[in-house]
T-cell receptor, first 116, second 111 residues
Framework: EPEVTQTPSHQVTQMGQEVILRCVPISNHLYFYWYRQILGQKVEFLVSFYNNEISEKSEIFDDQFSVERPDGSNFTLKIRSTKLEDSAMYFC??????????????FGQGTRLTVV | AQSVTQLDSHVSVSEGTPVLLRCNYSSSYSPSLFWYVQHPNKGLQLLLKYTSAATLVKGINGFEAEFKKSETSFHLTKPSAHMSDAAEYFCVNIRTYKYIFGTGTRLKVLA
């Protein structure tokens, strides 16, 4: 069964360092997402990406964040200068176009980012 | 605006008894609704989805949910809880193709 894969599963970084979280969406999907879940809190939308550009982003997704689809398979989230409050589980998701029907998002297993 | 409210942050049931996890939605038009489950230290797995084809939706692992427009609800049920059902459950709505998560309900299953 196709699945969204994320690497690494855990990342520890020092405050102020740059991190790149990687995702391989399901191959025929065209919509991509990043969400985050701070420990004990709700799952929050960060950004959606379609047709090689950001389609929507949240207030959380400030200038420190960027996304990229560097090739035909990877989808990355970069945090330029990490802060302690960026510590969270980050989920990548992808969705098929659905041919006009709304379809479900498929989520990866997540990357747990710890900023120290 | 489309959103969801999960009415219980924690639910405890005994193994073998029914499960009811409540979700109310708000939507200016016919919503698309989902239930996802997150087991400890795991990712988010789709349990079931409602996209207006049928009001009673069957999902995986014996879960089902009923869409009730008059009550703006989409409650998740299971006739008999199993220990492996212990997890966090999220009701999810769609807004402009963005998935909006409820605050989650942590289900505890007692032996």
């Amino acid at each position: 069964e196709p699945e969204v894969t994320q690497t690494p599963s855990h990342q520890v970084t020092q405050m102020g360092q740059e991190v790149i979280l990687r995702c391989v969406p399901i191959s025929n999907h065209l919509y991509f997402y990043w969400y985050r879940q701070i420990l004990g809190q709700k799952v929050e939308f960060l950004v959606s990406f379609y047709n090689n550009e950001i389609s929507e982003k949240s207030e959380i997704f400030d200038d420190q964040f960027s996304v990229e689809r560097p090739d035909g398979s990877n989808f990355t989230l970069k945090i330029r200068s990490t802060k302690l409050e960026d510590s969270a589980m980050y989920f990548c998701a992808s969705r098929a176009t659905g041919g006009g029907m709304v379809t479900e998002a498929f989520f990866g297993q997540g990357t747990r980012l710890t900023v120290v | 605006a489309q959103s969801v409210t999960q009415l219980d942050s924690h639910v405890s049931v005994s193994e073998g008894t029914p499960v009811l996890l409540r979700c109310n939605y708000s939507s200016s038009y016919s919503p698309s609704l989902f239930w996802y489950v997150q087991h400890p230290n795991k990712g988010l797995q789709l349990l079931l989805k409602y996209t207006s084809a049928a009001t009673l939706v069957k999902g995986i692992n014996g879960f089902e949910a009923e869409f009730k427009k008059s009550e703006t609800s989409f409650h998740l049920t299971k006739p008999s809880a199993h220990m492996s059902d212990a997890a966090e459950y999220f009701c999810v709505n769609i807004r402009t193709y963005k998935y909006i998560f409820g605050t989650g309900t942590r289900l505890k299953v007692l032996a």
